[in-house]
């Protein structure tokens, strides 16, 4: 497998290159931790502000840690708790420019700034949720927003 690279520093223009990547690299029947690992590999490339890229995998009322690049992180979230808990119960992408800000943020890593989760909704469902974060104040917008949405679109065809 070649390694993931990146021709633009705009970031609509990344998150597309990533969109096309990931459905190289990344077989819907194969193994899901193995997906999950590498598009977590390719996120952290595609992403130059991030400092924590991850998943958290929904397995009943909590989110439990799955493959993520950064410093260790918490290990459950319930639905509902802090940025990651919020965006699994509305199903919504949620932008959050200063999580000093966020009420209830969770801090695994107390020099986050910013954050985006992404909910990966299958059949309804969320599944998982796509966590990135920022040493950066307001690191995440419009753009990621999108760009990573259509990437949890290409995930939710996966093997849940």
């Known amino acids: 497998m070649e390694a993931t690279s990146f021709s633009s520093s705009d970031p609509a223009t990344r998150y597309g290159e990533a969109r096309s990547q990931l459905q190289a690299l990344c077989d ?7 997906n999950l690992a590498n598009a ?11 400092s924590w890229v991850g998943f958290y995998v929904r397995r009943g009322a909590e989110l439990v840690l ?9 290990t459950r979230i319930p639905l509902g708790r802090g940025v990651c808990g919020a965006a699994a119960s509305s199903q919504q992408t949620v932008v959050v420019p200063d999580v000093e800000q966020f009420p209830g943020h969770i801090a695994c890593d107390s020099g986050s700034r910013s954050e985006i989760v992404v909910p990966i909704v299958r059949a309804g469902q969320v599944v998982a949720v796509l966590d990135v974060d920022s040493y950066e104040l307001a690191a995440f917008g ?7 949405g259509a990437l ?6 996966w093997a849940w």
């Open 152 to 157: 949890a679109e290409v995930m939710a065809s």
């Open 40 to 50: 977590t590999a390719l996120l952290r490339d595609c992403i130059p502000a991030a």
């Open 28 to 34: 819907p029947s194969e193994d899901l931790i193995s």
């Open 66 to 74: 799955g493959p993520f690049q950064g410093k260790v992180a918490c």
């Open 142 to 148: 419009e753009v990621d927003a999108r760009g990573l």
